[in-house]
């Protein structure tokens, strides 16, 4: 297989939590004397940074994981659970939602994923000799795997962490382009201006 090389990537802290944790006593507590038209959304995002783990750079997302493996996406709430119950921490990320910050080796991340699917089971299909799921389901798991939710698992502080945009195809919109049709100083047409086959 083939061995791709990355980086470089910042393996320190990435937010001073002093300072963020006085913004959002600050957002909540209407500190600031002007009015703030994106409070909920700035009050959501610092909410995640807070709750983010500090000494984890990297992140896995999810669905990747899943896709990798074409198994159906267990529930997040399960898969943190099943983190927890076996004495990881896992956080989410700032700015994806189905990112999970965790200090859970590879080895068992994987273990949890193939738990999952004997539950669930994958597409004879996708399993082709050599393929990279074949190769990883073909592992028997070797950590015991626990996705039951724990009591207090889901207090967490209410905020509105990623919310939907505020209206349809909001966003950068494409470049412009072709050329406007040559106007004269009236705002008309400018003949003069046509090439003379379109006059």
């Not at 997040?76 to 910050?101: C, F």
Request: aromatic share 8%; proline share 10%; glycine share 4%.
């Amino acid at each position: 297989a083939e061995f791709k090389i990355a980086g470089p990537i910042w393996l320190g802290p990435l937010h001073d939590f002093s300072v963020v944790d006085e913004a959002i006593k600050r957002l909540e507590n209407d500190a600031s004397p002007f009015p703030v038209p994106t409070k909920t959304r700035m009050h959501g995002l610092l909410s995640s940074v807070s709750e983010e783990l500090s000494d984890v750079p990297l992140y896995y997302k999810l669905p990747d994981l899943c896709k990798t493996l074409h198994c159906a996406n267990p529930p997040m709430d399960s898969v943190k659970a099943a983190l927890i119950n076996a004495g990881y921490r896992v956080s989410g990320q700032h700015k994806e939602p189905q990112a999970l910050k965790t200090n859970a080796p590879n080895r068992f991340i994987w273990d949890m994923l193939r738990v999952w699917i004997k539950d669930h089971p994958v597409s004879e299909k996708h399993l082709t000799e050599g393929s990279t799921a074949q190769k990883i389901l073909s592992v028997e798991p070797v950590h015991e795997v626990d996705f039951t939710i724990p009591k207090d698992f889901a207090k967490r502080k209410k905020a509105c962490r990623f919310p939907m945009n505020p209206e349809k195809n909001w966003g950068p919109k494409p470049r412009a382009t072709g050329k406007r049709k040559a106007q004269d100083t009236n705002g008309t047409d400018n003949v003069d201006s046509v090439p003379p086959s379109k006059k």
